[in-house]
């Protein structure tokens, strides 16, 4: 018989999961994706206004039995996020879950995959670029996959930078985190590098990017922004992406630079090929460069383990069985 659904809070989402365990559902998921055992959806959207959008994603998870979307609304910078799982068994609804908290941590752990698979192994300090609300889950997000004990922090706000500072203190109290007040001095001689910002053009030159470094651009996913510049690419040994319809739909670097024809896109990779392949970083790479579009397939590997560690608990809110009922067909009811 098929299960009532279930509802899952935010609060359901932060208890149940943290930042290795999706970083761990990532792996798992980009790995069945790799066999052809997972498949991401599209994403879509439809503009609402004239600065607001309507937005689904989504992707189907054969080994974890489950598909589903994610969608939201952004109306004048604020949204209300929600993922849907269903059966692949039954086409049932599994779960709605309230998922802003699951797609920043999806979106940080990201980053933790990327920087696992192709950061250097003893890489103990790190630089991020961009003091937004995405900032500190990066920071914390390669903490959890290297031995970091410094990070050095640039934006434009010094009042910013300050903040970000005291929340490093304050949630890593072993990590030091500096206060930079140049892009020259937070990235130089670093190894660990995150861009995380809103720019439309590029500002992070390859001159400022010290040899051996590895490279998370995170900030910069639709065709008006843009962090790096092109002299970046063919410094780097390896070119790995989320999602390589992703970039080449939305990326204006890898549009610009690939589009072009200056080099082949069999360049870049998904992650998903370097995870199947057991490929981590080779000891003489110049740089290398992770670039996340977000996409379906991280949403729903995360709400499926979530579903997996919330389903047993007894306080969970289940939502009515389904009861199909007989269309009301007369005009006169």
Wanted: charged share 20%; with cysteine.
């Amino acid at each position: 018989m098929t299960e009532a659904p279930i509802w899952l809070t935010e609060t359901d989402v932060t208890s149940s999961i943290d930042l290795g365990g999706a970083i761990s559902a990532l792996e798992n998921a980009l790995k069945a994706e790799a066999e052809g055992e997972a498949e991401n959806m599209a994403k879509t959207h439809l503009m609402v206004g004239d600065n607001n959008a309507m937005h689904a994603l989504g992707a189907a998870i054969h080994a974890e039995g489950v598909c589903g979307t994610k969608t939201w609304v952004n109306i004048n910078g604020k949204s209300a996020t929600i993922l849907v799982l269903f059966s692949l068994e039954d086409g049932s609804v599994r779960a709605v879950i309230e998922a802003t908290a699951l797609g920043q941590m999806r979106t940080a752990a990201m980053s933790g995959l990327g920087t696992k698979w192709l950061a250097g192994e003893g890489v103990n300090e790190m630089a991020i670029i961009g003091t937004g609300k995405q900032a500190l889950p990066q920071i914390a997000a390669c903490l959890a996959v290297r031995p970091i004990e410094r990070v050095r922090i640039y934006s434009r706000s010094a009042d910013k930078r300050q903040a970000l500072c005291d929340a490093v203190a304050a949630e890593f109290p072993k990590v030091e985190a500096v206060n930079c007040d140049s892009l020259e001095y937070a990235v130089d001689g670093v190894l660990l590098i995150t861009l995380c910002t809103n720019a439309t053009e590029p500002f992070f030159e390859s001159a400022m990017a010290t040899k051996g470094a590895h490279i998370n651009a995170v900030g910069a996913i639709q065709p008006n922004r843009a962090e790096f510049t092109a002299d970046i690419f063919p410094r780097c040994a390896s070119i790995a992406v989320d999602t390589l319809a992703g970039v080449q739909s939305l990326s204006r670097e890898f549009m610009d630079y690939f589009g072009a024809g200056s080099e082949p896109w069999d360049r870049v990779a998904p992650i998903s090929q370097l995870i199947k392949a057991g490929a981590p970083r080779s000891g003489d790479a110049d740089l290398t460069l992770f670039k996340a579009m977000g996409m379906g397939l991280s949403d729903i590997a995360v709400g499926a383990e979530i579903l997996k560690r919330c389903q047993a608990r007894d306080n969970i809110v289940q939502l009515p069985m389904r009861e199909r009922q007989k269309l009301p067909l007369h005009v006169n009811i």
